[in-house]
Every structure is written in C-alpha cells, then in structure tokens.
T-cell receptor, first 109, second 109 residues
Framework: SQTIHQWPATLVQPVGSPLSLECTVE??????LYWYRQAAGRGLQLLFY??????ISSEVPQNLSASRPQDRQFILSSKKLLLSDSGFYLC????????FGPGTRLTVL | GQQLNQSPQSMFIQEGEDVSMNCTSS?????WLWYEQDPGEGPVLLIA?????ELTSNGRLTAQFGITRKDSFLNISASIPSDVGIYFC?????????FGTGTSLTVIP
C-alpha cells in the first residue's frame, strides 16, 4: 500500500535560520510530488511540484526552494527563514489522485 | 493560483441532519476531489470523481461531478459529531490541483 511521511511534525525556528523539511513516499514509483502551505486551517497554497527527479516547478517566488534528490523524496528548504514563513506545510503525491501527508507545523519566532 | 468558490463557508447543524456543500469554478476540470481535514492533520481524501455526471457514494457521503465539469457537490447524510472538520473540494487538470476555501462543519450533539 502507498504511504506518505513528513518530518518533523512540528518545528520552531528563529528568524534567519535555515530550514529543511522532508517528505517521502512509499509503495509507488515516479509519483508527482507537491509542497503546499496552509495558513489558518484554510487556503492551500501550492509552492512547488515535481514530475520527476531533479525537476522542480515553482509556483510562488519566495525564499523557499525545493529539491527531489530521489524518486520518492521531496525536500523543502530555506537558507534564511522569515516570520511570514510560519504555517502548516503539506506534502502530497499523485497517482490516480492526490494524497496528502500528515503535515509539518512551522513556527518562526 | 486559482481558487474554487466553495460554499457555504461554515455550517452549524444538529446531529442527524443532512449536509450539503458545493464548489464552482470558471474552468473545466478532469477530476473533482473532496477532502476532510481535522485540526493539525493533513487532508484526507473522501471521494474522487473522474467523469462528468458521475455520482459516487462512500458510506454516508455522496458527491457528484457536475455535467458542465465546472462544479461539484458533496452531501453528508445523517450527520454525527465525528463529521466535524473542514471540508475541501479540489479540481484537477494537467499537473495542477486547485482548492476551494473550505467549509467548516460543526455538528451539535
């Protein structure tokens, strides 16, 4: 069966610190992978998506970046976090339809 | 990115009542999806619709893919307290998914 993992589950980071969030998928090959940010329990904002290893499409210009070093691994990064980067980050994969991970709650102080 | 028009924004209902919510779009979609999200968790897929006019049930949930491919509705029959949460619609075309703003459901025992 297919599963999707995200870690960490929660993260508190100071402004200006780096960020690395990881997402991995099991039980499927060559999925499309997505990073979303959700504010206040509503409004999913697409940040990045990937259709294959090393292929990243950015939807929103910002200080975040994404990488896909392996087929089933998707990483969201930042060199210097801003206060506005706080939010709930969701990874998703697509086979026949889209499935979400459990999310990472990021608080930037 | 594009957001779908989802209504109502919130609902407060008595246990046992039926619930209806809908989404509309100015664009045509190939797939309509409905998710439910609990606080602090990732959205969980409830129903996926792949063909215009398709009517699909999942237990007490029923959803339909509008014949124009620009709308979808979700019905919940005989609501119970555990139905509480935020319900999202999503439309899929190409590699992109577009989400509604969510319907917050509160069920009063």
């Amino acid at each position: 069966s297919q599963t999707i993992h995200q870690w960490p589950a929660t993260l508190v980071q100071p402004v200006g610190s780096p960020l690395s969030l990881e997402c991995t998928v099991e039980g499927t090959s060559n999925p499309n992978l997505y990073w979303y940010r959700q504010a206040a329990g509503r409004g999913l904002q697409l940040l990045f998506y990937s259709v294959g290893i090393g292929q990243i499409s950015s939807e929103v210009p910002q200080n975040l970046s994404a990488s896909r070093p392996q087929d089933r691994q998707f990483i969201l990064s930042s060199k210097k976090l801003l206060l506005s980067d706080s939010g709930f980050y969701l990874c998703a994969y697509t086979t026949d339809t889209q499935y979400f991970g459990p999310g990472t709650r990021l608080t930037v102080l | 990115g594009q957001q779908l028009n989802q209504s109502p924004q919130s609902m407060f209902i008595q246990e046992g009542e039926d619930v209806s919510m809908n989404c509309t779009s100015s664009s045509i979609f190939n797939t309509w999806l409905w998710y439910e999200q609990d606080p602090g968790e990732g959205p969980v897929l409830l129903i996926a619709l792949y063909k215009a006019g398709e009517l699909t049930s999942n237990g007490r949930l029923t959803a339909q893919f509008g014949i124009t491919r620009k709308d979808s509705f979700l019905n919940i029959s005989a609501s119970i307290p555990s139905d509480v949460g935020i319900y999202f619609c999503a439309g899929h075309t190409g590699n992109q998914f577009y989400f509604g703003t969510g319907t917050s459901l509160t069920v009063i025992p």
